[in-house]
């Protein structure tokens, strides 16, 4: 596997101060390899966003990180602490290093202004000893590069179609090269036809420019296809994290199996939806154990009372996963047993395969 990118270590973030915050993020840990497309896949408020914004110190109050490190490897190979850079080191690098797609960018453009125009304003900013004409014609390589004609430069945002704002979103994070691109549900406002084509020169432009991307949607099938990596989140954690192939064929944790059998797959026979019952838990309420507890159809006494770690992968495995029935120590303790839930033969069917 290639060196890693960006590292995010055991990181925390709280929502609210004083004594009652809520605790959004709890101790995440993601690695993104240089070239790679890793994917973040999970419901709505399991903490995917928050997560965008900690790793780049975007996080609007009252958001706080808590703990935790986020390093970055930059193109000559010297790694930072992200947490510990100082505003005028974290101006340089952002953007520069690592650039952002926010969930819901394209409704972000400024109505009131040509394409070209906020373009050329954000490359200024970085590189203000750019001649006009070479902005200009960085701006029209810029949006040619995502596949949108030149002469649309002098277009005002209502003159383009909701895929096309997307795309000029994408051309302005890729303006200075970035090694790493995160998306935030870059493609879920759009049809499935524009989302396909939008992702694909995605991938082409990764492969030209070699750029990593952190590839954010609640939409696991379409992960499956771009992704190399899927990281599969719940209530602040990570809870899988494997190669895309692993995930869809294998999938271990009992949350990632309900998430990949609630969404259509893009190719290949059609499944039946399952979904995932009940509804993810207050962050506010969340008891000791396994936070997939109350929904999971293999919970045993231990989960209520243990919280699961993403452990280290197993021996011969690429692939981390935290829940009890594939904690080693505990299958060798016998904890489950008798319930057969737990020791490796007896492993749910759909989670052993
Ligand atoms: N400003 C805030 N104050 C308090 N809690 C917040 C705030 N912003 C987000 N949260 C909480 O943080 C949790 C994570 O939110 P986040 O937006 O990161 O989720 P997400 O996985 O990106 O969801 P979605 O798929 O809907 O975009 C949610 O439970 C949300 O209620
Ligand atoms: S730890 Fe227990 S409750 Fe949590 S996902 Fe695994 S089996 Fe289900
Ligand atoms: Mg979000």
């Known amino acids: 596997m290639s060196e890693p990118v960006l590292e995010i270590r055991d990181l925390h973030v709280d929502y609210g101060f004083g004594d009652d915050p809520t605790h959004v993020l709890r101790g995440v840990d993601l690695t993104l390899h240089r070239g790679e497309v890793l994917g973040l896949a999970g419901e709505s408020g399991c903490g995917k966003s928050t997560l965008a914004y900690a790793a780049t110190r975007l996080l609007p109050p009252p958001g706080l990180i808590t703990g935790g490190e986020v390093w970055l490897t930059d193109r000559e190979g010297r790694r930072s602490d992200v947490l510990g850079l100082t505003d005028a080191q974290l101006r340089a690098a952002r953007w520069r290093d690592v ?20 373009l050329t304003d954000g490359i200024r900013a970085h590189r203000p000893g750019l001649s006009a004409g070479d902005l200009e014609a960085r701006a029209a390589e810029l949006l040619e590069m995502v596949g949108i004609s030149a002469d649309r430069l002098r277009a005002y945002p209502h003159q383009l179609s909701g895929g096309m704002r997307q795309r000029v979103m994408i051309a302005m994070a890729l303006a200075l090269e970035p090694q790493v691109l995160l998306m935030d549900e870059p493609t879920t406002a759009l049809d499935v036809v524009m989302q396909r084509q939008i992702l694909e020169q995605i991938m082409e432009l990764r492969d030209r420019l070699g750029f990593s991307v952190v590839l954010i949607t609640h939409d696991v099938s379409l992960l499956v296809e771009v992704a190399d990596r899927i990281a599969i989140m719940y209530a602040g954690e990570i809870v899988e994290e494997a190669t895309a192939s692993e995930v869809y064929r294998r999938p271990r ?57 993403l452990g280290p992968p197993r021996t011969g495995e690429d692939r981390r996963v935290a829940c009890h029935l594939h904690d080693a120590d505990l299958v060798a303790a016998g904890v489950g047993e008798g319930s057969g839930a737990i020791s490796g033969v007896g492993l749910p069917p759909e989670l052993a395969r």
Request: hydrophobic share 35%; glycine share 12%.
């Open 99 to 118: 650039a952002i797609v926010f969930q819901g960018a394209m409704s972000s453009l400024n109505p009131v202004f040509r394409i070209g125009r906020q």
């Open 253 to 309: 944790h009992p949350y990632s199996a309900g998430l990949l059998g609630s969404f259509p797959p893009l190719h290949g026979p059609r499944r039946e939806l399952s979904g995932i019952p009940g509804a993810p838990p207050d962050l506010q309420r969340l008891g000791p154990g396994c936070p997939f507890a109350p929904r999971c159809p293999h919970a045993m006494d231990v989960c209520r009372d243990v919280r699961p770690v």
